[in-house]
Structure formats: C-alpha cells, structure tokens
C-alpha cells in the first residue's frame, strides 16, 4: 500500500522498533520525523535512510521535556506542513526491583519518559492532525496490560497500563476529528531495550515458574522482531484500518496468555 504526501512522527525512532517503524513507513513513501534523544544515534539512522533515498527528518529531543517536543513537532511541520502519522513509542525499562528498592526517583523517570512523554508528543501534534485527520499509535507492552508475573517492573507496568487508558480517553476525545488512535501492547521483543533495564535483587521477589518449551508458545520461546511490530504500525496508521480507534492489540505470540 502506497501512503505518498502522509507526513509521519516517530519517537524512539533511532533504534529497534521505532527505527523499524520509520523503515516501513519510509517505504511506503511517507515522509518520517525520526526523534531520538542522542544526536549520534538520530543521524546515523537518518544517515542510512537517507542513503537508501527515503524522506527523514531527525528530530532530537528528550520527550519528558515539554519545550524540547513543541520544538520538534514544530520543526517537523515547518519542513513538510503537514502530520498525519504519529508514532509514541519512545520508552525506557527503567529500574526493576522489589518496591523497597525502588526510589522516588526510579519512578519518576520511568512515568516521565513513558507515560508523560506519551501525552507531551500527543498534546503538541494533535492540532497539526486535527487538520485532515490521521492515526496515532502508542506503544504500550504486555506489561501492566495483560502480563502481572514480571515482578518487580512496578513502574514500567504502571506507565504501560497508563498508556492504555491515555489511548482510550484520546481516541473519543478525537474521533470527531477523524483522529484514530490505536495502542499496541508488545512482548518480548530483540531490540537494544535491555540497555534501559536496570535489574535489582529481583530473586527476592520472583515468583519460581519455569516454562521448559519457551514462554512463546508460537515460536517455542524465540522473541518477535521489530520488523513484525512495524508491520502492526504501518497497518494501524494506514486506511486499511480506517474503522479501528480507542483498541489495544497484543503482539506477542501468545507470549501474555501463557505467562499471565
Ligand atoms: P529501544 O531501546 O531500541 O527503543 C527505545 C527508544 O526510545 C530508543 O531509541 C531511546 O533512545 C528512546 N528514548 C528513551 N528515552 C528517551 C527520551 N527521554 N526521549 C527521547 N527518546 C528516548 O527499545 P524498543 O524495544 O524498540 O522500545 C520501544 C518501545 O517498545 C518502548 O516504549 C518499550 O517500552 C516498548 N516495548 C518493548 C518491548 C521489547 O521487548 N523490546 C516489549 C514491550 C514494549
């Protein structure tokens, strides 16, 4: 499916799913903000693209900071004018650990980077899709949605199952705008994500499960991949999916109904 003249915004967009995200869409010759938070790792993924002849903007900012994302969305538009795709999906792990172990501060990062980062990249683009319309796509996870045995990732559960609520009230608030917004709840995915996981003492309250044929029960424990996940996004941000809004969408193989 062609989606030429549709102006996309990624976060997270330099690595893993995000990045794979910006690919797709790129393919489909829409033309792709790509924010990340390192200047580095935001233009050599734009670098490449750009080599293989697709449109990408890069956009850095952090997107717990409110003016840093006003500037980058304002930035998107004024190159291309328009939005109609906006991908929140930046995210951290942040600290897993019994809750005695978690500071104030651990929570606070973890809810800023996930959840208000979330609101902030919806809050500044919804005027610019309001416009024409569009689709939004939050990445949630299986964590806090339909996963509760990762003990000890209290506060990325909590952000995760926030981000499903967030994406519910948003999306009647904008249906009469003809803005869909659409959650996706990921499991195991091979990504960079464990570079943002800082694990404590979790033996402490790990309930003891083994899973001897994998905790995938469709690829028989193997993880998904990004690719797999982007296909999802590109499919919620097109019209093929123009009658979905306010519904969360677990891709895990199954991975949430076994581990529980
Ligand atoms: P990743 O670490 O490759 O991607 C996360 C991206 O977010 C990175 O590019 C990182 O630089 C960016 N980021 C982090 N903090 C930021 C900030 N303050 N401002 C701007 N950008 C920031 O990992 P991923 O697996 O691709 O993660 C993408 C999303 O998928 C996250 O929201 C994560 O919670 C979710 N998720 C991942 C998995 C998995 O198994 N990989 C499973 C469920 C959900």
Redesign the pocket.
């Known amino acids: 499916m062609e989606m030429t003249g549709k102006v996309a915004f990624v976060?997270?967009?330099?690595?893993?799913?995000?990045?794979?995200a910006v690919r797709r869409l790129a393919q489909a010759g829409v033309k792709v903000g790509v924010?990340?938070?390192?200047e580095d790792?935001v233009y050599s993924a734009t670098e490449d693209l750009h080599r293989a002849g697709y449109e990408v903007l890069p956009l850095v900012?952090?997107?717990?900071?409110a003016m840093q994302m006003q500037q980058a969305v304002q930035k998107l538009v004024e190159k291309w004018g328009r939005l109609d795709i906006v991908f929140a999906?930046?995210?951290?792990?942040g600290v897993w650990a019994p809750i005695e172990e978690i500071t104030a501060e651990d929570w606070d990062k973890t809810l800023?980077?996930?959840l208000r980062?979330t609101f902030l990249t919806v809050k500044y683009t919804v005027p610019h899709l309001k416009k024409q319309g569009g689709s939004i796509v939050i990445?949630?996870?299986?964590?806090g949605t339909r996963m509760f045995s990762n003990t000890g990732a209290t506060a990325?559960a909590c952000s995760?199952a926030a981000q499903v609520a967030f994406a519910k009230m948003i999306a009647l608030e904008l249906a009469e705008n003809k803005v869909r917004v659409n959650v996706?709840?990921?499991?195991?995915?091979?990504?960079?994500?464990?570079?943002?996981t800082e694990r404590k003492d979790l033996d402490k309250v790990k309930e003891p499960v083994e899973y001897p044929e994998g905790q995938i029960p469709l690829t028989d424990g193997d993880?998904?991949k990004?690719e797999q996940?982007a296909e999802l996004v590109f499919f919620l941000a097109s019209d093929a999916a123009s009658h979905i809004t306010g519904t969360e969408m677990w891709i895990?193989g199954g991975q949430s109904l076994l581990q529980g």
């Open positions: 976060t997270g967009g330099s690595s893993g799913i995000g990045q794979a924010l990340g938070i390192s790792s900012a952090d997107v717990s900071s999906n930046a995210g951290i792990n800023e980077i996930n980062g990445t949630a996870s299986v964590n990325y995760k996706i709840c990921p499991g195991a995915i091979s990504t960079s994500i464990e570079d943002n993880p998904g990004p996940v895990d």
